[in-house]
Structure formats: structure tokens, C-alpha cells
């Protein structure tokens, strides 16, 4: 069950993550758009994958790894790249608000690794899926950055960040919550 449609959509996630970086290299509006719409075509298989798994039956447990490293990546390598921009005379991510994402992000993959090496298997939640979203938002209007239309991408998208990074942050508790659960129920039976 490893070359499923799910699976290749959340490979090809982590395949675009060079060119992301790449782009991101070139703090120009061109090369923001072009990075912009390359995570907006990641963002979209993300939930085409989840679809296809419940669709077809094909939910496998490599899948419910690698989805969400998929987007652990894509996000993280994003935030990264844009708090270490410099555009001159333009304001940048903050560094401190990067590492709080993730962080958080590295403690849910740690506690669901440790999970995994119990025999269980934690799936994404709904809450961290709103969260995904949120990072969504933010990053696209992070990428674009500009303004256009009388829009100020930057400030949208870091409201959306300083949003999804509370979102982020009650959600890894919850993972961790969630996690002791299940251990003591284990541990009981």
C-alpha cells in the first residue's frame, strides 16, 4: 500500500520543497508569486489526499505518517526560509514566532514516534488540520508579501500565523493529552 494515490500526493509534497526553497531565495514579486502558487498547489493536494484515502479506502498507516510530515515539512522549510529573508526596507517573519511553530511541531512528531513504537497509531485531528490551514493562509500571504489590490499580503498573513501559532500550540497539548490517554488505557488493560 505504499505507491497509493495519497501516498505519491504526499511525496509530491515533499518534492516541490526544493524548488519552494529555491524560489524563496529571490525576495523579488516575481519569484513570491511563483513560490505563492507552488504552496498553494501543495496546500490543495494535502486535502486531495486525505480525500482520495477516505474515498478509495486506501487510509494506510504509512499514510497517517506521512501526510502530516509532509506538511511538517512544507511548512517548516517555509518559515524558515521567510524569517531568514532580508528585503530591504520590508518587515520580515519574526524568528521567536517560527520557533514556536516548531517546536511544537517537533514535539507532536516526537510524542507520535514515541506512540508508533508503542503500537499506536495517533492520526491528524481535526484541530491540527484548522491549524494546517491557518499555516496555509499565513504562508501564501507570507509569500506574496507585496501589495496588491490594496491588500497587504504580509500583515494578513502574519495575523494568520500569530493565529495558527495559538492554534498550534493548544493542539500539541492536546496530541500530548491525548497521548497519556492512551497509554495509561493501554497500560490498564
Do not use: C
Request: net charge positive.
Amino acid at each position: 500500500m505504499v505507491w497509493t494515490l495519497p501516498n505519491l500526493l504526499s511525496l509530491f509534497r515533499i518534492a516541490i520543497i526544493p524548488l519552494l526553497v529555491y524560489l524563496l531565495n529571490f525576495p523579488d514579486r516575481r519569484s513570491s508569486l511563483w513560490a505563492a502558487a507552488l504552496f498553494i498547489v501543495a496546500a490543495i493536494t494535502d486535502y486531495f489526499d486525505g480525500y482520495f484515502a477516505r474515498r478509495n479506502k486506501s487510509v494506510s498507516d504509512l499514510g497517517k505518517i506521512l501526510d502530516p510530515l509532509a506538511d511538517k515539512l512544507m511548512v517548516a522549510s517555509a518559515l524558515i526560509m521567510l524569517a531568514a529573508m532580508d528585503r530591504p526596507g520590508e518587515p520580515s517573519v519574526p524568528a521567536w514566532l517560527v520557533v514556536v511553530i516548531l517546536a511544537r511541531e517537533s514535539a507532536v512528531t516526537v510524542i507520535r514516534g514515541i506512540a508508533l513504537s508503542d503500537g499506536i497509531v495517533m492520526q491528524a485531528e481535526t484541530l491540527g488540520k484548522y491549524k494546517f490551514v491557518l499555516q496555509a493562509y499565513a504562508i501564501v500571504g507570507l509569500l506574496v508579501h507585496y501589495r496588491y489590490w490594496g491588500l497587504d499580503f504580509f500583515v494578513a498573513g502574519m495575523y494568520f500565523l500569530a493565529l495558527s501559532a495559538v492554534i498550534a500550540v493548544w493542539s500539541g497539548v492536546n496530541y500530548h493529552v491525548q497521548f497519556f490517554r492512551l497509554r495509561l488505557a493501554r497500560s490498564a488493560s
